[in-house]
């Protein structure tokens, strides 16, 4: 099993930067692939990032990509995501999840584990 906990959220202007964290627990989580999704007032869960289990593969939707980047210190049980350029359309709240595989997926339901998720709200 593992459990996921998010921080780093909160507010900013737009332009700006924030580095969201998850914290999991368990004795998977070093091959284990690690996600970011959100998901907005009103709208689905879509797909952020994803990570494979050693760091070297990353996936990124077109909307983010060149402005957010995942990594992972296994060594820490951490996984991050360094979000720049930040615009409103960003604000969401985020979730961190984890596969039972070492391979990156885009779809959330190839993520069995979940973590409560932290907000992000971009300002204008």
């Known amino acids: 099993q593992v459990q996921l906990v998010e921080s780093g959220g909160g507010l900013v202007q737009a332009g700006g930067s924030l580095r969201l964290s998850c914290a999991a627990s368990g004795r998977t989580f070093a091959s284990s692939a690690m996600g970011w999704f959100r998901q907005a007032p009103g709208k689905e869960r879509e797909f952020a990032a994803a990570i494979s289990w050693a760091g070297r593969v990353a996936d990124y939707p077109d909307s983010v990509k060149g402005r957010f980047t995942i990594s992972r210190d296994n060594a820490k049980n951490t996984v991050y995501l360094q979000m720049n350029d930040l615009k409103p359309e960003d604000t969401a709240v985020y979730y961190c999840?984890?596969?039972?595989?070492?391979?990156?997926?885009?779809?959330?339901?190839?993520?069995?584990?979940w973590g409560q998720g932290t907000q992000v709200t971009v300002s204008s």
């Open positions: 999840a984890a596969r039972d595989n070492g391979n990156i997926a885009t779809m959330s339901t190839s993520y069995p584990h």
